[in-house]
């Protein structure tokens, strides 16, 4: 079992930076892959990037790939989002998730956050 709760989200400018956080619970998550994924109202919820158990491998969605930085630290159960040159369309919630294996599907992951909020204005 693990639970995950994510932190760190806020409003911030266009162009601006925020680094979200993810501590998982439970003894298995150095043993999971975890993801990140975000929801905009009205649209589906969407990958945003991944990171294998050891942090050796990672993946990005295109539209935040060389932005967006994906990283863990399993000494501390914690996973990390950091966010730059942030723009309006990456207003969403963010969520983390954890997995057996990281890829970008949703139905991939077994454990869900509750999601952060964060504001992208322009």
Do not use: H
Request: with cysteine; hydrophobic share 35%; proline share 2%.
């Amino acid at each position: 079992q693990v639970q995950l709760a994510e932190s760190g989200g806020g409003l911030v400018q266009a162009g601006g930076s925020l680094r979200l956080s993810c501590a998982a619970s439970g003894r298995t998550f150095s043993n999971r892959a975890m993801g990140w994924f975000r929801q905009a109202p009205g649209k589906e919820r969407e990958f945003v990037a991944s990171i294998s158990w050891s942090g050796g491998m990672t993946y990005y969605a295109a539209s935040v790939n060389r932005r967006f930085t994906i990283s863990r630290d399993n000494a501390k159960n914690t996973v990390y989002l950091q966010m730059n040159s942030l723009m309006p369309e990456d207003t969403a919630v963010y969520y983390c998730a954890a997995g057996n294996i990281g890829t970008q599907y949703p139905r991939d992951y077994n454990y869900w956050g509750q999601g952060t909020q964060v504001t992208v204005s322009s």
